[in-house]
């Protein structure tokens, strides 16, 4: 199952930061909780790493709705 919410039909929404990323241009993903969730930047999967709940609990809305 892929996380980090839908942004249209081939992207996702890095949990950092908010930005669309398309899953095979990633520059990380990482599962978590039976969930893919997508990076835009080393960056911010390192900080998605150190504090996963912390960044789901205020990762940006599913911007697709």
């Known amino acids: 199952t892929s ?6 039909e ?3 929404v890095d949990p950092v ?3 669309t990323v398309e899953p095979p241009e990633a520059a990380a993903a990482w599962d978590h ?3 893919t969730y997508y990076f835009c930047s ?7 790493r150190s504090d996963p709940r912390g960044h ?3 990762a ?3 911007r697709s709705m």
């Open 3 to 8: 996380g980090g919410g839908r942004a249209e």
């Open 10 to 12: 081939d992207e996702m």
């Open 17 to 19: 930061c908010g930005m």
């Open 33 to 35: 909780e039976g969930n």
């Open 42 to 48: 080393v960056a911010c999967f390192e900080r998605f």
């Open 56 to 58: 789901l609990d205020k």
């Open 60 to 62: 940006p809305a599913d």
